[in-house]
């Protein structure tokens, strides 16, 4: 499929896909986004709640490795341990993540090193840098073994016209089962079927405030 470079509202760049009417991001701010759904409302939440310092993160979809970067500056921050796991069906280039320039956009300038080093990682390998250790992998979600269970999911699937299957019953109850009791899952979608699917399984969901351009988005916790 093509994809056009954009840029969205807060500056930072994003893809779009004519064939499926689809962007990366939020148009309203990639990187606003990015920050406000799955690190504020995802990983410092689970943060605030959890008298932990080691955390596994479960990604739907790598994409441009924006979420990624994200989240390693925050367990920089916070002095945390982070195990993260990627998944992605259909994944970018190289040479397609340089040529959004993306790392002009992105905070911590003496941390840009690891933006090219994400993805220039090998698939299936893990690689680690500080205390964040990083792994993606080319496989469909549905289809891919796990042996492990998550404490955060980032749910950064394309939209419901786009990916519809991704947003049904199936794809959530594997979500249930993937994140460990008190598990949090975290989505910019606000979709009522969606909400209702959640909370049908035994998540105890949050409708939230959503960021720039979006009246809500969803937030749900695995009860014990």
């Given at each position: 499929?093509?994809?056009?470079?954009?840029?969205?509202?807060?500056?930072?760049?994003?893809?779009?896909?004519?064939?499926?009417?689809?962007?990366?991001?939020?148009?309203?701010?990639?990187?606003?986004?990015?920050?406000?759904?799955?690190?504020?409302?995802?990983?410092?939440?689970?943060?605030?709640?959890?008298?932990?310092?080691?955390?596994?993160?479960?990604?739907?979809?790598?994409?441009?490795?924006?979420?990624?970067?994200?989240?390693?500056?925050?367990?920089?921050?916070?002095?945390?341990?982070?195990?993260?796991?990627?998944?992605?069906?259909?994944?970018?280039?190289?040479?397609?993540?340089?040529?959004?320039?993306?790392?002009?956009?992105?905070?911590?300038?003496?941390?840009?090193?690891?933006?090219?080093?994400?993805?220039?990682?090998?698939?299936?390998?893990?690689?680690?840098?500080?205390?964040?250790?990083?792994?993606?992998?080319?496989?469909?979600?549905?289809?891919?073994?796990?042996?492990?269970?998550?404490?955060?999911l980032f749910y950064d699937a394309f939209g419901y016209h786009a990916?519809?299957?991704?947003?049904?019953?199936?794809?959530?109850?594997?979500?249930?089962?993937?994140?460990?009791?008190?598990?949090?899952?975290?989505?910019?979608?606000?979709?009522?079927?969606?909400?209702?699917?959640?909370?049908?399984?035994?998540?105890?969901?949050?409708?939230?405030?959503?960021?720039?351009?979006?009246?809500?988005?969803?937030?749900?916790?695995?009860?014990?």
């Open positions: 499929m093509q994809k056009k470079i954009i840029t969205t509202g807060d500056g930072s760049p994003s893809l779009y896909i004519q064939e499926i009417n689809e962007t990366y991001h939020s148009k309203h701010g990639a990187l606003t986004e990015s920050n406000f759904v799955y690190i504020n409302k995802g990983l410092a939440h689970w943060l605030d709640n959890n008298n932990k310092n080691e955390l596994k993160v479960f990604e739907m979809g790598l994409g441009t490795g924006l979420n990624a970067y994200l989240s390693y500056l925050f367990t920089v921050e916070h002095k945390i341990t982070c195990h993260y796991l990627t998944i992605e069906k259909h994944p970018l280039s190289f040479k397609e993540v340089q040529s959004l320039k993306m790392k002009a956009s992105l905070p911590a300038p003496w941390h840009h090193h690891f933006f090219d080093q994400l993805h220039e990682a090998e698939w299936n390998q893990m690689f680690c840098r500080s205390n964040f250790f990083f792994k993606k992998v080319e496989e469909d979600f549905f289809s891919m073994v796990l042996d492990q269970s998550f404490d955060v990916q519809s299957e991704m947003w049904q019953d199936k794809a959530l109850e594997r979500c249930y089962e993937m994140l460990q009791p008190s598990g949090v899952w975290v989505s910019y979608c606000a979709k009522g079927t969606v909400r209702r699917s959640l909370e049908k399984m035994g998540f105890l969901v949050e409708r939230l405030e959503g960021p720039p351009g979006k009246r809500e988005m969803l937030r749900a916790t695995k009860q014990v």
